[in-house]
């Protein structure tokens, strides 16, 4: 049993053992609240629900460094969580002891990320944070979690039409932009729906010309700009094989006979023979392929009098153009002042369901092409409006009246 007992300063000291014994004591100004707090650490042992208030001095940063080192995660999944911790939530809650992270303190935190963050980004702060000290109310540092119940800036729903490419600006803009050396990642993505790391991990002993198929099943991931094998597919749903689109039968078919590969081979390789990294294409490829094929809008590159001359839109929309020795330093200029909704890689894969949706392709197939277990998810992230919606609409009820005749409005009268 705990007790309480006056100091010679004139306060009082509550004193009480813990689980394993050990004496433990706090000073307090009033005996009434000496007495509560020996009663709250007596009821608290009983219950089992016991906390050393000094656990809670441990700072957040380095346990929850400790706590992510624990955590059993794909490899691209902890390096995403370990970027979120290190240049969002340890850089303001760090220094912090986990026992002084309060509710009203993570709430205040979480509204200010919503100002500068995407929803999803803050999300995914949260999601972490609430983890960590769930973990520290397992490890009996802390009797509650304080991310408990913060509220969330609300996701917003944003209109992308404008990410789906149509077929006709794919195969008469974009992939004559691309250098032929790389046009085949492009088309894998629109013509067959792959993801990037499948795109990369495809070797030609999945390719079937005969059959016109494709077998997905390898996929190679990227961490901090090493590339590596995964040893199976994003779900169990991953490994499928696919139909070949006629464009990009007709692409693999002239690749097979001019590159000779082995069944070993990838498909689609970088400099040398080597892999891609995602970055690379982005800066080096695919935004001068954007650039060059005119589906940024505001932005170009152009030779004026000898000189490269790039032109983007600043924050009013009035153009500002600057002059440039090499191409590569044009387009990086050029890749800072992308405008919003810009085309991304995987928007080919988006695109690529949207065009099955609009051909009456039934979802349940679409979901299996694209590698989804469940066909809600190709309904809710990956299938967009089309443009024609209006006119496929009028054309669907375009074999009956929904009018009514007048004659029968006057009858009886």
């Not at 707090?37 to 050393?52: I, L, N, P, R, W």
Request: aromatic share 8%; hydrophobic share 40%; net charge positive.
């Amino acid at each position: 049993m705990g007790w309480e007992m006056r100091t010679p300063a004139g306060t009082w000291r509550a004193n009480w053992r813990d689980p394993s014994g050990r004496q433990r004591s706090k000073t307090f100004a009033t005996r009434r609240a000496a007495r509560e707090h020996v009663a709250a650490m007596e009821s608290a042992k009983s219950q089992g629900g016991y906390v050393d208030p000094a656990a809670g001095k441990r700072r957040f940063g380095p346990y929850a460094r400790a706590w992510l080192t624990g955590q059993s995660h794909e490899s691209t999944t902890l390096a995403r969580d370990r970027s979120i911790l290190e240049h969002h939530i340890i850089e303001r809650w760090g220094r912090w002891p986990i026992g002084a992270v309060t509710f009203s303190g993570l709430q205040s935190w979480t509204t200010e990320l919503g100002r500068s963050l995407a929803p999803a980004t803050v999300a995914q702060c949260h999601r972490i944070t609430r983890a960590v000290l769930a973990a520290a109310v397992r490890d009996r540092l802390i009797t509650h979690n304080p991310a408990d119940g913060i509220k969330l800036p609300r996701a917003r729903k944003r209109d992308i039409d404008f990410r789906v490419i149509s077929r006709e600006d794919l195969l008469t803009k974009l992939l004559p932009a691309v250098p032929e050396r790389y046009r085949i990642l492009p088309s894998l993505a629109a013509g067959a729906g792959l993801r990037w790391g499948e795109c990369l991990g495809l070797q030609w002993r999945s390719v079937n010309l005969d059959s016109e198929t494709l077998d997905v099943g390898r996929v190679l991931v990227e961490v901090a700009g090493r590339v590596t094998e995964k040893p199976y597919p994003k779900t169990a749903a991953g490994r499928r094989t696919v139909p070949l689109a006629p464009f990009l039968s007709c692409l693999l078919r002239d690749l097979a006979k001019s590159a000779d590969p082995a069944p070993s081979d990838p498909v689609a390789v970088g400099p040398a023979g080597g892999n891609l990294l995602r970055g690379n294409f982005r800066r080096r490829i695919w935004i001068p392929a954007l650039v060059d094929a005119g589906l940024l809008p505001g932005l170009s590159l152009a030779t004026e009098d000898g000189q490269l001359v790039a032109t983007w839109p600043d924050e009013a929309g009035r153009p500002c153009r600057r002059a440039y020795r090499t191409r590569r330093a044009a387009y990086s200029a050029l890749g800072t002042h992308l405008p919003p909704g810009a085309l991304r890689f995987h928007d080919l894969r988006h695109s690529y369901a949207t065009w099955l949706v609009s051909a009456g392709v039934p979802i349940n197939d679409i979901a299996a092409i694209l590698g989804h277990a469940k066909p809600t998810t190709t309904l809710s992230i990956y299938v967009h409006r089309s443009d024609d919606r209006f006119q496929r609409v009028r054309e669907a009820l375009a074999d009956f009246s929904l009018t009514f005749d007048d004659d029968e409005g006057d009858e009886g009268e």
